[in-house]
């Protein structure tokens, strides 16, 4: 079945250093891509998503880039803040279902 | 921003007792979904629902597992007899459009605790 595997954590680092987290899927046909975030205290939300190859989803400074190629979704950003100190899960949902394939989450810290 | 609402945050129980775990999704949200995390494991799809019935749910779903919409605001998640390997963080989620599409929101979820 599809399956999504992430590096494991947690991974710790200093404001202002840069950020991959790797993912990389196994899957039939095209799904689309998804990273989610949680906050401490929060629920899982929605970072960012490609649907289709090549895309490249990106919101509050990350990025990723749908790579059909090498069945990645890797997770950039180019200078974390504190703020950014989160658990960081990538997914992938198939047309035609409703469920949403998950990875098992990276924790993230980023101290001052 | 509204959100998911879960309660309790934290439930213990005892193997082979009945638990209900409970969701207030956002109010015009049509979708409704379970997930659980095991700790160190990923997280898992268990059940959608859609129009008071469910419309995809996991092997992980068996009989002992049922969800309802009461009262047209609540939603939740009814394990009948608990069993140790039911320990884990469930998460509700709720959307507007078919998840796959749309972005689900997710509640902070429930610590479910059996013993």
């Known amino acids: 079945g599809d399956s999504v595997t992430q590096m494991e954590g947690p991974v710790t680092l200093s404001e202002e250093a840069f950020l991959t987290i790797n993912c990389t899927y196994t899957?039939?046909?095209?799904?689309?891509l998804f990273w989610y975030v949680q906050y401490p205290g929060e629920g899982l939300q929605l970072l960012l998503k490609?649907?289709?190859?090549?895309d490249k989803g990106s919101n509050k400074g990350f990025e990723a880039t749908y790579r059909k190629e090498t069945t990645s979704f890797h997770l950039e950003k180019g200078s974390v803040q504190v703020s950014d100190s989160a658990v960081y899960f990538c997914?992938?949902?198939?047309?035609?279902?409703?469920?949403?394939?998950f990875g098992k989450g990276m924790k993230l810290t980023v101290n001052p | 921003e509204p959100e998911v609402t879960q309660t309790p945050s934290h439930q213990v129980t005892q193997m082979g007792q009945e638990v209900i775990l409970r969701c207030v999704p956002i109010?015009?949200?049509?979708?409704f979904y379970w997930y659980r995390q095991i700790l160190g494991q990923k997280v898992e799809f268990l059940v959608s629902?859609?129009?008071?019935?469910?419309?995809?749910k996991s092997e992980i779903f068996d009989d002992q597992f049922s969800v309802e919409r009461p009262d047209g605001s609540n939603f939740t998640l009814k394990i009948r007899s608990t069993k140790l390997e039911d320990s884990a963080m469930y998460f509700c989620?709720?959307?507007?459009?078919?998840?796959?599409?749309?972005?689900?929101?997710f509640g902070s979820g429930t610590q479910l605790s059996v013993l």
């Open positions: 989620a709720s959307s507007e459009f078919r998840a796959t599409n749309e972005k689900l929101f």
């Open positions: 899957a039939t046909g095209y799904p689309s």
């Open positions: 490609a649907t289709k190859a090549d």
């Open positions: 997914a992938l949902a198939q047309g035609g279902s409703e469920k949403l394939v």
């Open positions: 109010s015009n949200h049509l979708y």
């Open positions: 629902f859609y129009n008071n019935e469910i419309s995809e």
